[in-house]
C-alpha cells in the first residue's frame, strides 16, 4: 500500500516563491510557465524560462528570483523519496532516475500541452475522495514522460554560480567539506588571501547569503539529515559543527521555525508522509506540524 504523500502548490503572486535561498528534506518538481526568471540550484545558474520542468532534489539550497513586474505562474510538487520506490518497476526504476536529480529540462512545444494538462489535473486541497491517489498516478505520469524526455533531448546546461569570480567557488567547496570543524570568517580570509570586505560583499552577491548565514544553513541541512537518521539532539550538535546546543537549537529554529527535537519527533511519526520542513520558510507546512511546546 502507498503511504506516501504529496504537497501541491501554484504560486502565481509575486511573493509567492520570492524568498531567501532555502532546501527541503523532499524531492521538489517546479513547473514554470510565466516570464524569464533567474534560478539558483547548489552552486548552478539557469536561466528559466517559460515551459521549463525544474527537479530538485532534498537538500540541495536553491532559489527562483522573480523580478518586479514579471509574470508568474509556477506549479510545485514536494514528495518524500520513498514515494519513487512505490512507482518503480524492475525495468523503470524512478528512485534511481529521480530522488538526488538536480536538473532542468525544456519542454518542446509538442509535449508542453500534455505536461500542462497533467499539471492541472493535481489537486491541492485533497478533498475528493480519490484526489490523493489521483495526485500520485499523476506523478508516475509526469515523471515517466520526464525520463522520455531526459532520454532523447537532454538536460538544461546550467551556468556555474562563480563564472566570473572563480576564486569564489573553492571557499563554498571549503565551507562544504568543513562543516564539521570550527572555523570563523577571519579563518577564511586567512587562507583564501582575501580580504573580509571583498569576501562578504562577492559572497552575498553570488550566493544571496553573507557567510554565516551560508554556513550556518550548511550545518543545519547537515543536522537535519542526522536527525532523520536518528541521531541524538546533543550528537547531531557536535557532528554539524556548532560550539554549543543553546546554539544549535537557536540557530535551528531560526532557519525551521522548529526545534531539532521537534523536527526528529515529526519525522519519526510521519511514517511515509510528507516530511514538513521547508527550511526558511517552515510556516507554509505548519498544518503538518503537531502543537506541542517545546
Avoid at 512505490?86 to 538536480?102: E, G, R, V, Y
Avoid at 506523478?139 to 525520463?147: F, K, P, R
Amino acid at each position: 500500500m502507498i503511504t506516501e504523500q504529496l504537497a501541491i502548490q501554484h504560486i502565481v503572486s509575486q511573493n509567492g516563491y520570492q524568498r531567501p535561498p532555502h532546501f527541503h528534506d523532499m524531492n521538489e518538481i517546479l513547473f514554470h510557465t510565466g516570464d524569464d526568471c533567474t534560478l539558483y540550484i547548489g552552486h548552478e545558474t539557469y536561466q528559466l524560462r517559460s515551459g521549463m520542468l525544474v527537479f530538485i532534489s532534498p537538500g540541495t539550497i536553491h532559489l527562483k528570483i522573480n523580478h518586479e513586474g514579471e509574470q508568474i505562474d509556477t506549479r510545485l510538487i514536494h514528495y518524500p523519496s520513498s514515494l519513487l520506490n512505490a512507482l518503480s518497476t524492475p525495468q523503470t526504476n524512478m528512485h534511481l532516475l529521480f530522488s538526488n536529480l538536480n536538473a532542468c529540462l525544456q519542454l518542446p512545444p509538442e509535449s508542453l500541452h500534455m505536461f500542462t494538462m497533467m499539471f492541472n489535473e493535481l489537486d491541492g486541497d485533497n478533498k475528493k475522495e480519490d484526489s490523493e491517489l489521483s495526485n500520485i498516478l499523476t506523478l508516475g505520469s509526469i515523471l515517466l514522460q520526464s525520463a522520455r524526455l531526459f532520454r532523447s533531448q537532454g538536460a538544461v546546461q546550467p551556468s556555474p554560480l562563480t563564472t566570473t569570480d572563480k576564486w569564489l567557488l573553492p571557499i563554498l567547496e571549503y565551507i562544504d567539506n568543513h562543516l564539521t570543524e570550527p572555523f570563523t570568517l577571519d579563518d577564511l580570509c586567512s587562507r583564501f588571501s582575501i580580504s573580509k570586505g571583498s569576501l562578504c560583499h562577492t559572497f552575498k552577491r553570488k550566493t544571496g547569503f553573507t557567510v554565516i548565514s551560508y554556513i550556518n544553513l550548511q550545518r543545519i541541512r547537515h543536522a537535519c539529515v542526522l536527525l532523520r537518521n536518528g541521531y541524538s539532539v546533543q550528537n547531531t550538535c557536535t557532528l554539524s559543527g556548532f560550539a554549543s546546543i543553546e546554539h544549535f537549537i537557536r540557530t535551528f529554529k531560526v532557519f525551521a521555525d522548529t526545534t531539532p527535537g521537534k523536527y526528529a519527533r515529526t519525522v519519526a511519526q510521519s511514517k511515509g508522509l510528507v516530511s514538513p520542513l521547508n527550511v526558511c520558510h517552515a510556516a507554509e507546512y505548519a498544518h503538518v506540524f503537531e502543537d506541542e511546546n517545546d
